[in-house]
Nanobody, 123 residues
Framework: QVQLVESGGGLVQAGGSLRLSCAAS????????MAWHRQAPGKQRELVAD?????????NYADSVKGRFTISRDNAKNTVYLQMNSLKPEDTAVYFC???????????????WGQGTQVTVSS
């Protein structure tokens, strides 16, 4: 069994900051890719930022969060973080962690989603 557990969401005023964490646990051999997605009410889920595990980690951001959000990971802890600064009301959404990983004793890679954490930014 593999679980992704997010934490760090909450209510913040516009201009404020939050830090999200997502820890992958279970029978994990290696985590190849981790990302944050978000889904606002009535909208499709969208990619916010992602990071690979190779070397220093290739990183990508959605245009809407560039310069404000920073994704990072701790490979030893199988954990990914999302530091969110200068938050705007339009950042309000449920934020989901996503990972592609290899399990112990299984050669194929599988993808997993976290349960989501609510981020609400008030104006």
């Amino acid at each position: 069994q593999v679980q992704l557990v997010e934490s760090g969401g909450g209510l913040v005023q516009a201009g404020g900051s939050l830090r999200l964490s997502c820890a992958a646990s279970g029978s994990i051999f290696s985590v190849n890719y981790m990302a944050w997605h978000r889904q606002a009410p009535g909208k499709q889920r969208e990619l916010v930022a992602d990071i690979t595990s190779a070397g220093s980690g290739s990183i990508n951001y959605a245009d809407s969060v560039k310069g404000r959000f920073t994704i990072s990971r701790d490979n030893a802890k199988n954990t990914v973080y999302l530091q969110m600064n200068s938050l705007k009301p339009e950042d309000t959404a449920v934020y989901f962690c996503f990972a592609i990983l290899t399990r112990i004793g299984i050669s194929e890679r599988y993808s997993y989603w976290g349960q989501g954490t609510q981020v609400t930014v008030s104006s």
